[in-house]
């Protein structure tokens, strides 16, 4: 269930912004979709705005590539060329990708979206015996 208290727009004597879903999809006179997003958008906190109810629910399942690693180590008759016991070269992520039919924002971060994003992380190495 998405947080609506926590994302309403312009409050906190305007500490608060505007997240781009709701001026995208806000109900307005020119916009008369019952469905869109934010229910109106006002200068002020609405407080019918912010009531649970089904409309805030969305379906947050989603599929991640959390961690995918790849290394070759070189074989001992061309190790010994270089006087190296051991040679290997690895390449690994983490939070490679992720599908979800949830855009707005990383469907494991918590329930406003104003948080830092969830980290994609690669690492690239090389390890030598002699």
């Known amino acids: 269930m998405i947080n609506s208290a926590s994302i309403t727009p312009f409050i906190n004597n305007g500490q608060r912004g505007l997240l781009q879903y709701i001026a995208?999809?806000?109900?307005?006179?020119?916009?008369?979709?019952?469905?869109?997003?934010?229910?109106?958008?006002?200068a002020y906190q609405v407080p019918n705005n912010n009531v649970n109810s089904t409309h805030w629910l969305r379906n947050g399942a989603f599929i991640r590539l959390k961690t995918a690693g790849f290394g070759y180590t070189?074989?001992?008759?061309?190790?010994?060329?270089?006087?190296?016991?051991?040679?290997?070269?690895?390449?690994?992520?983490?939070n490679?990708?992720?599908?979800?039919?949830?855009?707005?924002?990383?469907?494991?971060?918590?329930?406003?979206?104003?948080?830092?994003?969830?980290?994609?992380?690669?690492?690239l190495g090389i390890n030598i015996n002699f």
């Open 24 to 42: 995208d999809d806000h109900w307005s006179e020119t916009n008369r979709n019952i469905y869109a997003f934010w229910p109106r958008l006002s």
């Open 96 to 123: 490679l990708l992720h599908w979800s039919a949830f855009k707005m924002w990383d469907p494991e971060m918590a329930g406003n979206g104003l948080g830092y994003p969830v980290q994609r992380v690669f690492n």
């Open 74 to 94: 070189l074989p001992q008759d061309m190790t010994k060329k270089f006087h190296v016991s051991m040679f290997r070269i690895y390449v690994s992520g983490t």
